[in-house]
């Protein structure tokens, strides 16, 4: 049975984040979450692999990825990596550094954007890591707490700026609610899919909802999604899919179906295609058993 563990961090009450840095040559730290703040760095980490949710990727030699999710299970495993000397500098950070009175000031706003964006797992470009590596690589080292602490706004700031990060698991899969950094229009049809997912969704209806021509309707979703409805669609059910592989005993056949998929056959490919993995061996790697530690 694969474990996922609730972690207790050792940040205290005292202390704005808890850092540690530190060089390793196995992954041996298994599938987990906790309630804080992560924003975590890998050098020389070719051939990890990066569990973020329903997500899961091989990393290259840097990898940099900020989780904000409460609940979103993450972990690096050893997967394909043969390095001798990986360098893995961890910081876990409270929301309560950064209140929601000081969020909301003009300043703070592209931080704040990015933290609901991590909710989801955040990953950074190589050549936003080379922005930022400077600092990160200093900042353990630093003796005074004060001066470490503005480098560390100074990181969140600058990644916050990064017009190339993407977000890694599906909002379904991590229960985050997307909509409320959508316009109204986009908002319901989205409410519409999260509720009839199951279903047939045409795009007729959708546009009808948001008050459009199926064809001004096709390229407004576009633009303002980065998805064509169905792509949106399917991202929706595969998550949800996703998620009832991890926490229900359903078969993989009624999943499918309560998923808005009508084929078993489309179904697995659709699966392995978006997630990297059949259906069947995503559950094999979730198998959930949560402890706390």
Not at 85 to 108: A, K, N, W
Not at 159 to 187: H, P
Request: proline fraction near 2%.
């Amino acid at each position: 049975m694969r474990k996922i563990l609730q972690e207790s961090t050792p940040l205290s009450d005292k202390d704005c984040f808890y850092i540690v840095d530190r060089h390793k040559s196995e992954f041996t730290f298994p599938l987990h979450c906790h309630t804080e703040c992560e924003l975590n760095f890998i050098e020389k980490g070719q051939g990890v692999q990066r569990v973020v949710g329903d997500s899961i990727e091989y990393i290259g030699d840097y990898d940099l990825t900020l989780i904000a999710g409460k609940g979103l299970e993450h972990s690096w495993e050893q997967g394909r990596c043969v390095s001798p000397d990986v360098r893995e500098v961890t910081i876990q950070f409270s929301r309560d550094i950064l209140p929601e009175q000081l969020l909301t000031r003009t300043q703070f706003a592209s931080i704040k954007e990015m933290l609901h964006k991590a909710e989801l797992g955040l990953n950074f470009s190589l050549q936003t890591i080379m922005k930022v590596y400077d600092r990160l690589d200093s900042l353990s080292t630093e003796k005074d707490s004060f001066e470490q602490f503005l480098h560390f706004l100074k990181i969140l700031y600058d990644l916050s700026r990064a017009e190339d990060s993407r977000t890694l698991a599906s909002s379904t899969f991590a229960k985050v609610d997307e909509r409320k950094a959508s316009s109204r229009r986009i908002q319901k049809v989205k409410s519409y899919v999260a509720e009839n997912y199951p279903g047939d969704i045409r795009l007729e209806n959708c546009a009808a909802i948001a008050g459009m021509t199926p064809s001004a309707f096709s390229r407004f979703f576009k633009q303002h999604t980065g998805r064509t409805l169905m792509e949106y669609v399917i991202d929706t059910r595969l998550g949800v899919a996703a998620r009832m592989l991890v926490d229900t005993t359903l078969s993989v056949s009624e999943i499918c179906f309560a998923c808005g998929f009508n084929n078993l056959s489309n179904f697995n490919r659709t699966f392995k295609s978006r997630r990297g993995y059949t259906p069947r061996d995503f559950r094999a790697l979730f198998k959930k058993n949560k402890v706390f530690v």
